[in-house]
């Protein structure tokens, strides 16, 4: 038996739950299926309970600092209060009973079980069927994607999943993976006392950022006792006692072991496309992501659209909720704008933060822009002089100098993903750089550094 429905949502992460709150507050029939949690990684193992981590640890650091700004302070780092935090106020202890009651009261109806696509318009869960006469979205994200390395599947390892939910810390760390995630936990994890070691395989750390963003974390990493390994390549894995074990290779032209009581995985994340059935609307399960229109809808197939991590756009929250407005949009019939990505943001919270948008100087000059390059220190400007202890970072400045208006751009520093706001409205409107250098920086402000970059651009 079937049951029609006007649209049925599959994956209710964060974008496909804001699509069908939407819907479903338009009068629109809507059931939500996931057989997770209603809001996806993002609240219960990503970016809120993650960033509460961090903030405790951002405190520890700052207190550490006071020696050398106000006195003295004794630091004893203790890792409960955090661990309750999480559990009291960003997860629930892991329930979503709330997000599910938010969405019915809507007028939505959440179906918990595994969903699958079934041809065109329609959905399986647990042997029932919906068709779905407006259409079907997807919002199914992705998994921690483990590398291939000989061993690894015989070893106890910790994703962001685990990482987040401990409630004991490790003696030490064994983190693979030098991206976002890697370096945010990683951090953490130092700074509550963790011998920590991040292993990279690629050349530097945070590879879609600027040169210069890699470096400058390197460098602080190690400033604060976290060795760190890149060009890297991990040939072997195992489980020694009660110690992990990675064997490297290609390191500095050799090869060594490293061990310790826990590894932590952070080498990406990968859409199951298999898991949802898209051979059965003649898809490309092995593909990194569902191809979408600028309207989100899934090209030649019919009343489909997908949202968020699953489409390989952008693995972000924001992205996720920017395409979800559109996809809801034109769902109903509303004519929304298309999406349009070239000021995409995105931040890594480490300390110091690392915010960028838009284009790379190298993805600029890749794409045969005339580029023109500006940036300036903050240490060298009068917020950073005051701010003396953590005060690493830059302001960089990408402009197409044929149009005159920035097409990228990176605030790395204290508040640096604050300071980002600024610059994404600058590539976002495409505001002549003329007409920045015209604008009153509050004085002393970190974002006054965006002016700084703008006289050394106008030199270059």
Known sequence: MSEQVDVVVLGMGVGGEGVAERVADAGVDVVGVDAGLVGGTCPYW???PT???IRAANALQEARRVD?????ATVAPDWAPVAARIRDEAT??????AAVERFESKGGRFVRGHGRLDGPGRVTVDGNVFEARKGVLVSTGTKPSAPAIDGLDGVDYWTNREAVETKELPESLLVLGGGAIGLELAQVFVRFGVRVTIVEAAPRLLTPE???SSEMIADVLRGEGIDVYVGAEVEAARADDDRSVLVLTGEAGGSREL????LLVATGRRADLSAIGAATVGLDESARGLP???YLRVPGVERLWAVGDVTGVGPFTHMAVYQGRIAAADILGEHPEPADYDALPRVTFTDPEIGSVGLTESAARDEGLSVRVGSAPVSVSSRGWIHKVGNEGFIKLVEDADRGVLVGATSAGPAGGEVLGLLTLAVHERVPTEHLRQMIYAYPTFHR???DALRDLSEA
């Open 51 to 53: 960033k509460m981590m």
């Open 210 to 212: 600027e040169p210069e």
């Open 259 to 262: 061990a310790a009581e826990r």
């Open 92 to 97: 629930a202890d892991w329930d979503d009973r």
């Open 449 to 451: 550094g965006v002016e």
């Open 46 to 48: 990503g970016c809120v």
């Open 292 to 294: 979408v229109d600028e």
């Open 68 to 72: 050398q700004l106000a006195g003295r």
